[in-house]
């Protein structure tokens, strides 16, 4: 997860290649406090967007594998949270070219390759 300026707020590295998305997601720890009634993550409290009258909740946008709540949305079939999710995209680019290690197969023990991805990623942000 990243916010606007590109920098990573969540991520979850301990996954195994072969669980799907939607596996990975039910697993983290973040899937559980998102679904916590009192709201661990500090998400601000519902305002009306622009022009509007009605309350809408603060959100996460994920992809198709997420399941949709209170505070997590995934992308609807005309794309319209496809701009505000090349965001992480944009992210994952950016850490890939400062760290050129990601540009390949890294050919380490598992446990090397999620210390060195969280240490790209602390030194990103």
Same mark, same amino acid.
């Given at each position: 997860?990243? @916010?606007?300026?590109?920098?990573?707020?969540?991520?979850?590295?301990?996954?195994?290649?072969?669980?799907?998305?939607?596996?990975?997601?039910?697993?983290?720890?973040?899937?559980?406090?998102?679904?916590?009634?009192?709201? $661990?993550?500090?998400? $601000?409290?519902?305002?009306?967007? $622009?022009?509007?009258?009605?309350?809408?909740?603060?959100?996460?946008?994920? @992809?198709?594998?997420? &399941?949709? /709540?209170?505070? +997590?949305?995934? &992308?609807? $079939?005309?794309?319209?949270?496809?701009?505000?999710?090349?965001?992480?995209?944009?992210?994952? /680019?950016?850490?890939?070219?400062?760290?050129?290690?990601?540009?390949?197969?890294?050919? +380490? &023990?598992?446990?090397?390759?999620?210390?060195?991805?969280?240490?790209?990623?602390?030194?990103?942000?």
């Amino acid at each position: 997860m990243c @916010d606007t300026p590109y920098k990573f707020t969540y991520i979850n590295v301990s996954a195994n290649g072969r669980v799907s998305d939607a596996g990975v997601v039910q697993q983290s720890s973040l899937c559980g406090t998102m679904q916590a009634v009192h709201n $661990p993550l500090n998400f $601000p409290k519902p305002q009306p967007l $622009p022009g509007q009258n009605s309350e809408v909740p603060y959100v996460i946008i994920g @992809d198709d594998a997420f &399941p949709l /709540g209170k505070h +997590l949305l995934k &992308p609807y $079939p005309q794309r319209r949270l496809s701009r505000s999710r090349r965001m992480i995209e944009s992210s994952f /680019g950016i850490l890939a070219n400062r760290f050129r290690i990601f540009l390949a197969p890294i050919n +380490l &023990p598992v446990e090397k390759v999620e210390i060195i991805t969280l240490a790209c990623v602390a030194l990103h942000n």
